[in-house]
């Protein structure tokens, strides 16, 4: 009984973590860089923030069923799918959460409530040595 508790536990996990789809439109000159790791991509909520000058990657868009899907999960998933393109920062551009009555009607029709968000992956590139 443990074992297949455990099982149907890691495939819930795994059903979860891959409810978030992010897709991305590479931007500027396609040049391309080696990948990052996801935990090196910093998060910033506007250009303002970013440190110092930077190159725009990609076009980042994620979506998920509000139901299987958080928005610290789809953060992860768009800053793995910047990383793997060589960004090392998103730039949050837009979150959208479905309203109380969509995650009603979601829930009373079977069909899904979708959370959005849009980001840009940028390059940051390192400060210059005086």
Do not use: H
């Amino acid at each position: 009984m443990k074992k297949n508790t455990l099982v149907i536990l890691i495939i819930s996990l795994a059903f979860v973590t891959s409810c978030v789809s992010v897709n991305a439109t590479r931007l500027g000159t396609e040049s391309y860089r080696q990948p990052v790791p996801t935990d090196e991509v910093v998060v910033y909520r506007t250009a303002d923030q970013v440190p110092g000058k930077y190159e725009e990657i990609a076009l980042l868009n994620a979506k998920g069923d509000s139901a299987w899907s958080s928005e610290s999960g789809m953060f992860k998933k768009m800053k793995k799918r910047a990383g793997q393109m060589g960004a090392n920062a998103i730039i949050l551009d837009a979150v959208s959460e479905p309203s109380a009555g969509a995650k009603i009607a979601g829930a009373i029709f079977g069909v899904g409530a979708e959370r959005k968000g849009k980001a840009i992956a940028i390059f940051v590139f390192p400060p210059e040595k005086e």
